[in-house]
Nanobody, 130 residues
């Protein structure tokens, strides 16, 4: 079982910044985990925000188009912690943000292509005012 705990959410004005953290614990080797951030705004579907591949592979990242150039996903393997640095926040970024994890796959796609992650945090609220 993998346990994820998000922190760092809050309320900011447009143009502000926040840094979200996701602490990972449990019976797992962090360096083999696919990690991701998702968000869900009121009345909208859950949306993938950013993903990062396991450190034991290439650690490559990807982002949804709306956050490219503003958000950065990263991880600290020494602390088993995932981060999401969010800059130039906009009201449309308002949502509950979740971190997610999944063991890497031995064949085919290394990581889930969508929201098919195995472990999820409880979420942290991000509110951006205009």
């Amino acid at each position: 079982q993998v346990h994820l705990v998000e922190s760092g959410g809050g309320s900011v004005q447009g143009g502000g910044s926040l840094r979200l953290s996701c602490a990972v614990s449990g019976h797992t080797y962090y360096n083999t985990l696919c990690m991701a951030w998702f968000r869900q705004a009121p009345g909208k579907e859950r949306e993938g925000v950013a993903t990062i591949e396991p450190v034991d592979f290439d650690g490559s990242t990807s982002y949804t188009e709306s956050v490219k150039g503003r958000f950065t996903i990263s991880q600290d393997t020494g602390k088993n912690t995932l981060y999401l640095q969010m800059n130039d926040l906009k009201p449309e970024d308002t949502a509950i943000y979740y971190c997610a994890a999944a063991p890497h796959r031995p064949l085919g796609l290394l990581c889930p292509g969508g929201d098919e992650y195995d472990y999820w945090g409880q979420g942290t609220q991000v509110t951006v005012s205009s």
